[in-house]
Structures are given as structure tokens and as C-alpha cells.
């Protein structure tokens, strides 16, 4: 695929855009920023930096602030974005890729993931989906910055994309079903 030539990254940076390259097999150089994998992405909204701009990040040699950012850590690896993108390229690749270099250089940020995953999933076992408006609050609070994405919550009401109150879908049960066996299972394994 002929790359498209969007960046003004720092030798560095290009170095590190190569490194991607060749541990993910993507390169985030033929991103035209569409923003298709960010539109999909389950978990974008609780990120710092959406799929898009963490590919843009990299074309631009902004290496550093995604290696420390949350999103890689939050990225499910459900594989929308991959599926989604008209380049063809891999964005959830990208994102292990990531991790693996974040962990390299010792920026994990594991205990703030570890309290988002288990916000997460008893949100998904309370309602079976995730409520989105509950689960930053949340987390916020649990990670003790109360306001932290405040200031993007009046735009995303009013275009619809958080609602105030939780949606339960109706096979709930087996979704608490799932959680159940899947805490058996685990106590087996113990
Ligand atoms: S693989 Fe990660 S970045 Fe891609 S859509 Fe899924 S959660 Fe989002
Ligand atoms: S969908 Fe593909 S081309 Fe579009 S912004 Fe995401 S990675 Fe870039």
C-alpha cells in the first residue's frame, strides 16, 4: 500500500514509527485519519486518546505521550477498528504493539487499568452493557479525579452519545449467567 505522507516526525520518531512497523506489521503512515476506528471502538470514550489520534500521535513523533497514554491499556483488542478501516490497516495491532514497547520502558499504568476493567465488567454484569455515564463516574472516583473528561460530557448528551441513566437489554440473566460460571471457572483455577 503506497504510504501517504502525513508527517513531520523527529528522526526519533520515525525510527519509532519503523519499530511499529515491524512488531505490528502496520504502517501508521498510510493512515488518512478517517476516524472509522474511532467511531467503532467500544472503549474510546473512556480513552485519553482515540485509535485516530494515537495514529496520528505516531505519524507526528508524539512517541512518548502515547507510550504513557491510558488508551493502549484500555484497548479490549475486539478488533473493530482493524475490521473497520478502509486502508487496511490494523489500528488493534498497533495497540499491542504498544504495549509491549510501553512495558519496555516501564510506563504501565496496570493499577488504573486493573480498577477501569473491573468498573467495567460489573457494569456490563449489572446491566448486560456497559453504562457508559456510571462507568467514567465511576472510575473517576475511584482513581480520586472526580472531574477528570467533565468538560466533554455536555456535547456527548447532547448529540446523544451518553445517556443518564442506564439502558438494561433484556437477556440480562444470561449475561449474570456468563459472569457466574466464568467466577467458578476461575475459583477452579485458583
Ligand atoms: S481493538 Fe482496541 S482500539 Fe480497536 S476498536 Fe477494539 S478496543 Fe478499540
Ligand atoms: S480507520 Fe484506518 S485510516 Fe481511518 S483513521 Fe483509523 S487507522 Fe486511520
Redesign the pocket.
Known amino acids: 500500500m503506497q504510504p501517504i505522507n502525513l508527517t513531520s516526525a523527529s528522526a526519533a520518531g520515525k525510527d519509532f514509527v519503523e519499530k511499529v512497523r515491524k512488531a505490528s506489521g502496520v504502517d501508521v503512515k498510510a493512515?488518512?485519519?478517517?476516524?472509522?476506528?474511532?467511531a467503532g471502538c467500544p472503549v474510546a470514550f473512556a480513552m485519553d486518546y482515540t485509535?485516530?489520534q494515537v495514529?496520528r500521535m505516531l505519524q507526528l513523533g508524539l512517541t512518548e505521550e502515547v507510550l504513557k497514554s491510558h488508551s493502549i491499556w484500555l484497548c479490549a483488542q475486539c478488533e473493530t477498528?482493524s475490521a473497520?478501516?478502509?486502508?487496511k490497516?490494523e489500528?488493534a495491532k498497533v495497540m499491542e504493539a504498544l504495549r509491549i514497547e510501553a512495558k519496555k520502558a516501564g510506563f504501565e499504568t496496570e493499577d488504573e487499568i486493573a480498577t477501569f476493567n473491573e468498573k467495567f465488567l460489573r457494569s456490563v454484569a449489572s446491566n448486560g452493557r456497559v453504562f457508559e455515564a456510571g462507568l467514567v463516574i465511576g472510575f473517576n472516583l475511584a482513581t480520586v479525579r472526580p472531574f477528570k473528561d467533565a468538560g466533554v460530557a455536555p456535547s456527548m448528551l447532547a448529540n446523544g452519545k451518553l445517556k443518564l441513566l442506564p439502558h438494561k437489554i433484556k437477556g440480562r440473566d444470561a449475561v449474570r449467567r456468563m459472569f457466574e460460571k466464568a467466577e467458578k471457572m476461575e475459583g477452579e483455577h485458583k
Open positions: 493512515c488518512y485519519q478517517c476516524g472509522k476506528c474511532s485509535p485516530r495514529m477498528c473497520r478501516c478502509p486502508r490497516l489500528p
